[in-house]
């Protein structure tokens, strides 16, 4: 398989789970810590050597595609004013040679359907796509660098994976393996959500996926389920039969930012190993929890 140069990042939910702060502020855009979660998914995908980026969006959401503009008026009060550590956060938003797009997801049609719309960018060559809520936490290589180089040394596509507990497996998609060894094994079959006793393993899907550019014909003939949704999943189940695909376990820690309390842990982990934040949110976190009664620091 080729290097991916092309990522494709759906982000045209509505994010009622986060409602009202949601109403206005796209979920993609709520901050970790000094910057939006989109950020931390977009650096992951350039690191892991995607110069294209896609975003599948709807057209009520225009904030995702502000952020990734040109800011003329903002930059030029910034520089007048010599505030250039500012100036080079906001231009540096997207390193030179990387491109954004924005396509545009007419009706809510589920994830495959989603991911479907970027095909006229895409082509037939691999590409990846990630779901800015998993946001992906490691000090070494990001998680789709690490599938990255698996897929183009293996020729396989590749779809992360991490153990859950058996009572969890309804909440997630469920791939059963065959030849496990390290953190890598082929995928056999797919099961959405299924029940703890009917699960074929532990290990859930998270979103992060590479795949090639054949899975399109499958999305286009994959009938929609519940609700008119096209499913990712039932595509990539098709695409088993003729090609082969990789579970990974990749390195790092996956914060559900899609929930409350994900993005609460993922907040205090950034602000935990922050370069400059790190000694300051430690005393701010002990404080409160000492003013609160749950622990004795003395």
Same mark, same amino acid.
Not at 126 to 133: C, E, G, K, W
């Given at each position: 398989?080729?290097?991916?140069?092309?990522?494709?990042?759906?982000?045209?939910?509505?994010?009622?789970?986060?409602?009202?702060?949601?109403?206005?502020?796209?979920?993609?855009?709520?901050?970790?810590?000094?910057?939006?979660?989109?950020?931390?998914?977009?650096?992951?995908?350039?690191?892991?050597?995607?110069?294209?980026?896609?975003?599948?969006?709807?057209?009520?959401?225009?904030?995702?595609?502000?952020?990734?503009?040109?800011?003329?008026?903002?930059?030029?009060?910034?520089?007048?004013?010599?505030?250039?550590?500012?100036?080079?956060?906001?231009?540096?938003?997207?390193?030179?040679?990387?491109?954004?797009?924005?396509?545009?997801?007419?009706?809510?049609?589920?994830?495959?359907?989603?991911?479907?719309?970027?095909?006229?960018? $895409?082509?037939?060559?691999?590409?990846?796509?990630?779901?800015?809520?998993? +946001?992906?936490? /490691?000090?070494? !290589? #990001? *998680?789709?660098?690490?599938?990255?180089?698996?897929?183009?040394?293996?020729?396989?596509?590749?779809?992360?994976?991490?153990?859950?507990?058996?009572?969890?497996?309804?909440?997630?998609?469920?791939?059963?393996?065959?030849?496990?060894?390290?953190?890598?094994?082929?995928?056999?079959?797919?099961?959405?959500?299924?029940?703890?006793?009917?699960?074929?393993?532990?290990?859930? $899907?998270?979103?992060?996926?590479?795949?090639?550019?054949?899975?399109?014909? +499958?999305?286009? /003939?994959?009938? !929609? #389920? *519940?609700?008119?949704?096209?499913?990712?999943?039932?595509?990539?189940?098709?695409?088993?039969?003729?090609?082969?695909?990789?579970?990974?376990?990749?390195?790092?820690?996956?914060?559900?930012?899609?929930?409350?309390?994900?993005?609460?842990?993922?907040?205090?982990?950034?602000?935990?190993?922050?370069?400059?934040?790190?000694?300051?949110?430690?005393?701010?976190?002990?404080?409160?929890?000492?003013?609160?009664?749950?622990?004795?620091?003395?």
């Amino acid at each position: 398989m080729q290097r991916i140069r092309k990522a494709v990042f759906p982000v045209a939910g509505h994010g009622t789970r986060f409602l009202p702060a949601t109403k206005t502020v796209p979920k993609e855009m709520l901050p970790i810590v000094d910057r939006p979660l989109i950020q931390y998914a977009v650096d992951e995908a350039i690191e892991a050597g995607c110069d294209t980026l896609i975003f599948v969006t709807n057209r009520y959401k225009h904030a995702v595609a502000d952020y990734f503009d040109k800011a003329y008026e903002l930059e030029h009060k910034l520089e007048k004013a010599g505030k250039h550590e500012q100036l080079d956060l906001i231009r540096n938003v997207l390193p030179e040679g990387v491109r954004a797009v924005f396509v545009t997801q007419a009706e809510a049609l589920g994830l495959g359907h989603a991911v479907l719309c970027a095909k006229p960018i $895409v082509g037939d060559e691999p590409f990846a796509v990630l779901l800015p809520d998993d +946001l992906i936490w /490691n000090r070494g !290589p #990001g *998680a789709l660098k690490q599938m990255a180089d698996l897929a183009e040394a293996s020729g396989a596509g590749v779809i992360a994976t991490q153990d859950v507990p058996r009572d969890q497996t309804g909440s997630y998609g469920i791939v059963a393996t065959e030849g496990f060894s390290g953190r890598k094994g082929r995928i056999t079959a797919m099961v959405e959500k299924p029940a703890p006793e009917d699960a074929p393993s532990t290990l859930a $899907v998270v979103g992060r996926y590479i795949l090639p550019g054949s899975i399109f014909e +499958l999305l286009e /003939n994959t009938t !929609p #389920g *519940a609700g008119g949704e096209i499913q990712l999943t039932d595509a990539i189940s098709a695409l088993l039969k003729q090609d082969e695909v990789l579970a990974y376990r990749f390195q790092g820690t996956r914060f559900d930012c899609g929930t409350h309390l994900g993005l609460i842990e993922a907040t205090i982990r950034y602000a935990l190993d922050h370069e400059k934040l790190s000694d300051a949110a430690t005393q701010l976190m002990q404080n409160a929890l000492k003013e609160l009664g749950v622990i004795d620091l003395e």
